[in-house]
């Protein structure tokens, strides 16, 4: 299969350039870039897959203005004749993952589960950790009434 070396997304074979980075695709991956000094050996783990690759560039904007290490994830699958739904997942270090995930509440990027309090993304349904159902806040204050 072949990759873009720059964006790192996975083709469908007889692809030839990356349509996001328009770049001609390798056969095989470059090594992943060496950890920064100070940080060796600090796991990196997912807080946000969003369906917008320009909001999750401003959502790392964000987060590096605020003193959070932030790579973006393209887990796009690209295939002929109709492109897939883009999935860009938003990585922080462990070491820094609450701290980031509740500025993105802050800033209503992320929301809490009302039955476990886990960080849900705006674009679940349910719940990852519990499975609890999303409503809708227009429903949820519906059902108040």
């Known amino acids: 299969m072949p990759f873009c070396p720059e964006c790192r997304t996975e083709y469908q074979p007889g692809i030839t ?15 992943e870039p060496a950890e920064p000094a100070g940080q060796e050996g600090s796991a990196w ?5 969003d369906h917008n690759e320009a909001e999750a560039y401003v959502l790392k904007g964000f987060l590096e203005s605020e003193g959070i290490a932030c790579e973006l994830e393209n887990k796009t699958f690209h295939s002929q004749p109709t492109m897939a739904t883009t999935l860009v997942n938003i990585l922080v270090r462990e070491d820094q993952a609450e701290q980031a995930r509740q500025l993105l509440h ?13 960080y849900c993304s705006l674009a679940d349904q349910a719940c990852p950790r519990c499975g609890q159902a999303i409503e809708d806040d227009d429903e949820a204050a519906a059902g108040q009434g």
């Open 17 to 31: 350039q990356c349509v996001d980075c328009q770049l001609p695709l390798v056969d095989t991956l470059p090594p």
């Open 106 to 118: 802050e800033k209503e990027y992320l929301y809490r589960c009302s039955n476990c309090g886990a």
């Open 45 to 49: 783990v997912c807080i946000s897959t």
